[in-house]
């Protein structure tokens, strides 16, 4: 079926000051920042933190995000940056449908 592949791959969508939006249907995937910034007062822990999300929606209004995925494939969290600390890597799943 046409269309049943759309989607952004390794990049994000920005929706600034806009009204009335519908994003539905998407894949987002492997979402990337290349260098994303470890804050160790993050949490009790720390955390890495990215300065990108799949979907950024900046001064906008009524939007809905609607039936879409949202993963880090076909990057998965075995293949992280070295812990810093001796943090374990993290078992999350970010898959979501």
């Known amino acids: 079926m046409p269309g049943t592949d759309a989607g952004i791959n390794g990049g994000s969508l920005l929706v600034q ?3 009335n939006v519908i994003i539905r249907n998407l894949t987002f995937a492997d979402t990337r ?3 994303p910034q470890w804050h160790p007062t993050d949490g009790s822990e720390g955390n890495w933190n990215s ?3 799949a979907v950024t ?3 906008s209004t009524h939007v809905w995000v ?3 995925t949202f993963t880090d494939s076909p ?3 075995r293949r ?3 812990p ?3 943090r374990p890597p993290d078992r999350r799943r970010h898959s979501y449908t």
Do not use: M, T
Request: proline share 4%.
């Open 75 to 77: 990057h998965s969290h």
């Open 51 to 53: 300065a990108y999300d």
């Open 57 to 59: 929606l900046p001064a």
């Open 66 to 68: 609607d039936h879409n």
């Open 84 to 86: 810093v600390r001796q």
């Open 80 to 82: 992280r940056l070295a």
């Open 33 to 35: 920042d290349c260098f």
């Open 17 to 19: 000051k806009a009204d």
